[in-house]
């Protein structure tokens, strides 16, 4: 419902009137409240859905002499008219409706008229320009602490000078949440708020902030809104309604044995929970004394009556009374408390130990070593005593010393106790370790504040047993001898060590295995030597390997390897096969000699080479390693070696000696003759050409490579008639291939069918001859590399079987004395010097045989 305030609150304005009858006074109209609906219509507030014709306020005045009074109402020119008022009873009628939006102030002039004298009041809109003023300050309230919530406790009262809305007054508290008391907003009545009640014992004071606002007002557009505060300070007041209190509760006491009869235990405190005039307290002791106790009634101070040996109980529990006592005597109210006394032993004795003769504190013992876990020393007889009572008698027991070997039971004792030693680490306890084992006993007092203790001095004494077997110094022995070392030389000491005591601890030594038989031990010392018929060849055996033991007077052992090493010394010098040697050299090829050292190891085993004595002198070379001997390479036909030498035979002679580098340094020579021949062609074209080509490989070469390439082409052409021939057959015959064992021959240039032979012309140094096994040679030797063939060619059929009684057959070869420096390399590379040597001597056994069938003389 929306609502319009008629008529704010206005300023009436008394006009001056004129008297026309001596001793005649003007009307005036009743003062009205803000509720009023009788008087002067000041304040004046109707709902703007309030029905036109409604009564809605009486006008109310009267005359000082009485006489009747009648009532005017009039409305400032040009404005709506919205009341009616009955002139005689002052009944105002709204006559227009109201609308609050269009219009939420109406201004109207009342009047009051006794016939003579009239007054007029104007209502006037009123500004809000004063601010609310609280009169009676300060305040300052009493409040009894058992004043019931709800209850109203004090009124604070603010005024405005202000008239209308601008004059009304709203009343609020600060903090509202967190205060205790409320306030009424129209009337200013502070209340105690709901649910809460006062308490002087939690709080004494409490203060309240009080905030007076005005209705505001609205003149000309402008709205103003005044407030004023001020503090209203409540005081709580006591009230007997709070029993008394013990403090410093629970209470505890205690008599000591040296306590005297009569002296004061503990006292008991009590308080009237009343703070603000609090009674007196009378205490009383109501039960569990035993006549031994008793407490003063004023003070609470509690007292032993009785000396401390003639108490019975260890603890009392004593319950007291303490009483609020009021002005007038009367006991108001009571409360209860319990006070613990406990008789304590004083603590003056500290644990002490004892044996089977009384007082002790050296306690000793012999056994074995290693005795089994969990054994108990029956030996140690061990008595610990407290004689203080209580807490006083207790304590704790510990050993002191080389940890985990013992434990001791028990750990906790009350007053008295069998101390039990127990072996925890049987390994620990070692004679070969400690001879004696001493503790320390430790007692000490658990909760006491003096924590007295005392010690016993426990001294363990072990007896050795063979618990150890003799173990050597390393688990192997690797040394060396030299080979020349005589019978009963000292090879290596070996060492054991068995830490047992007396005979336990001697160790015997000996040898055994399969490498042992040349050696001998000392039984007691360990030294390892030789046989005295023993003798060492590091040729025959360099190494040795056998076990050495170790053993106690109980047969306790162990073992170690031994390693030796024969050491290999220079007794060997090289040897030669022969003294005296001849082998053929062909000119362009090496030749070998060689010689064995039968030493094991380097380097005396290492043979160098040189040449110590030549004829002729400064024409060959010999390789330190290897021992092949060439010509200088100056020297490439046998023409060279007659411009050095007339001899004609070409037979030379060296002493060779070969040397090893051992130390001393042995060595040896041997004489070695040297034939030096040539290898030659016989007569012919081919011999001609090869003259001709002689100092252009390359050419003889090309030739090579054509002839190869026609024979290639040849046997592809025979390998595709017989695959076609193969093809067409409707069977196939297998086709049979013997194959001949031969010998091995290196892969070089054969030479067996050539001869060699002394011309003056070059030309006749290369003639070809029959021969029927190098024909067959040729048909098998793989100088002649045929390429790979096409993948669709067959496979080639088995060479054929030249005959016996066939003409001479002629093959174009290429020896290797046509071209010196190309034979030199292919024999480098491909052909060991050994295998030439082989050759050489075949050759010429097989010249000489055909020499002297064909009866030409020999080379």
Not at 653 to 682: C, N, Y
Not at 765 to 792: A, G, M, R, Y
């Amino acid at each position: 419902m929306k609502h319009v305030r008629h008529f704010p609150p206005s300023l009436f304005l008394n006009l001056l009137h004129v008297c026309l009858v001596q001793a005649n006074y003007a009307p005036f109209f009743f003062d009205n409240g803000a509720s009023s609906t009788n008087g002067n219509m000041a304040l004046l507030n109707l709902s703007e859905d309030t029905p036109v014709g409604t009564y809605v306020y009486t006008l109310n005045g009267t005359d000082p002499e009485g006489d009747p009074v009648t009532y005017g109402m009039s409305f400032e020119p040009g404005s709506r008219s919205y009341f009616a008022i009955d002139a005689i009873y002052g009944n105002v009628t709204l006559i227009e409706e109201l609308d609050r939006e269009r219009e939420d102030e109406i201004e109207v002039v009342v009047s009051i008229s006794d016939g003579l004298s009239t007054v007029i009041r104007i209502l006037v809109t009123d500004a809000n320009d004063e601010s609310p003023d609280f009169i009676n300050t300060p305040y300052i309230v009493q409040v009894p602490e058992n004043t019931s919530s709800g209850s109203s406790i004090f009124k604070v009262e603010a005024v405005d000078r202000d008239t209308g809305s601008g004059g009304s007054i709203t009343y609020f508290l600060q903090n509202i949440r967190t205060n205790r008391f409320t306030i009424d907003r129209h009337s200013g009545v502070l209340r105690i708020k709901s649910g809460v009640t006062l308490d002087y014992e939690k709080s004494r004071t409490h203060f309240v902030t009080v905030v007076a606002k005005d209705g505001g007002g609205k003149l000309r557009g402008n709205n103003k809104i005044f407030s004023a505060t001020t503090t209203v300070t409540i005081n709580v007041e006591d009230v007997q309604d709070t029993p008394p209190m013990f403090i410093g509760t629970p209470y505890y006491g205690y008599v000591y044995e040296d306590t005297l009869a009569g002296s004061e235990v503990l006292s008991v405190v009590a308080i009237d929970g009343d703070r603000g005039k609090p009674n007196n307290i009378h205490y009383s002791l109501l039960n569990g004394s035993e006549e031994s106790f008793e407490i003063n009634n004023s003070t609470g101070a509690i007292s032993v009556i009785k000396s401390p040996n003639q108490l019975k109980k260890e603890v009392y529990e004593l319950k007291i009374q303490a009483s609020e006592v009021s002005l007038e005597g009367d006991v108001t109210t009571s409360v209860f408390a319990m006070v613990t006394i406990r008789v304590v032993d004083l603590n003056n004795h500290p644990p002490t130990f004892y044996g089977e003769n009384g007082l002790q504190n050296r306690f000793e013992l012999t056994m074995y070593e290693h005795p089994p876990e969990g054994e108990i020393l029956r030996g140690l007889k061990i008595t610990v005593n407290d004689s203080d009572q209580g807490a006083n008698a207790k304590f704790n027991l510990r050993l002191v010393g080389p940890g985990g070997i013992f434990r001791v039971v028990p750990q906790t004792v009350l007053n008295e106790a069998q101390v039990t030693v127990i072996v925890e680490n049987s390994a620990a306890i070692d004679y070969e370790k400690f001879q004696v084992l001493t503790f320390k006993l430790l007692a000490i007092e658990v909760n006491t504040p003096e924590k007295f203790s005392s010690t016993a001095d426990i001294v363990i004494r072990l007896l050795d047993t063979n618990d150890n077997v003799p173990k050597f110094s390393s688990e192997y022995y690797v040394t060396r001898i030299p080979e020349n070392s005589p019978g009963g030389s000292n090879v290596v000491a070996v060492t054991a060590t068995d830490p047992d005591s007396g005979l336990w601890g001697e160790v015997k030594y000996s040898i055994y295995g399969t490498g042992a038989d040349l050696f001998l031990i000392h039984p007691s010392t360990g030294i390892i030597y030789t046989q005295p018929w023993a003798t060492l060849d590091a040729e025959v055996i360099s190494k040795y390997n056998f076990y050495v033991k170790a053993e106690d007077t109980e047969g306790k052992y162990s073992l170690a390897e031994v390693f030796i090493t024969v050491l290999d010394v220079n007794d060997h010098s090289p040897e030669f096969n022969e003294n005296i040697q001849e082998k053929t050299m062909i000119i362009g090829s090496p030749v070998k000699i060689e010689a064995i050292d039968q030493d094991a190891e380097e380097p005396n085993n290492i043979v160098d080479y040189s040449i110590m004595q030549a004829d002729p002198a400064n024409v060959f070379d010999i390789d330190q390693s290897t021992g092949e001997i060439k010509l200088k390479s100056y020297i490439r036909s046998l023409d060279i070696i007659h411009n050095i030498t007339k001899n004609k035979d070409c037979i030379w002679s060296l002493v060779v000696q070969a040397k090893d580098r051992g130390s001393p340094s042995f060595s040896t020579t041997a004489v070695l003759k040297i034939d030096i021949t040539e290898e030659t062609l016989h007569k012919g074209p081919m011999a001609a050409f090869l003259m001709q080509t002689k100092d252009n490989p390359m050419k003889a070469l090309g030739l090579l490579a054509g002839v190869m390439g026609v024979m290639v082409v040849i046997t592809i052409l025979i390998s595709t008639a017989m695959f076609w021939r193969n093809k067409r057959s409707n069977k196939i015959m297998p086709v049979r291939r013997i194959i001949k064992k031969r010998n091995y021959q290196p892969r070089t240039i054969r030479t067996e069918w050539l001869k060699f032979r002394r011309s003056s012309n070059a030309a006749e140094k290369f003639v070809v001859e029959d021969d029927t096994n190098s024909l067959q040679n040729e048909n098998c030797n793989n100088n002649i590399q045929v390429p790979p063939l096409p993948p669709t060619a067959p496979a080639l059929p088995p060479p054929p079987v030249p005959r016996m009684n066939s003409p001479e057959w002629r093959v174009p070869t290429v020896s290797g004395s046509l071209s010196p420096k190309f034979i030199n390399k292919q024999l480098k590379k491909k052909v060991p010097s050994n295998i030439h040597s082989a050759l050489v001597s075949e050759l010429k056994l097989k010249f000489e045989k055909r020499n002297a069938a064909m009866n030409h003389a020999h080379i």
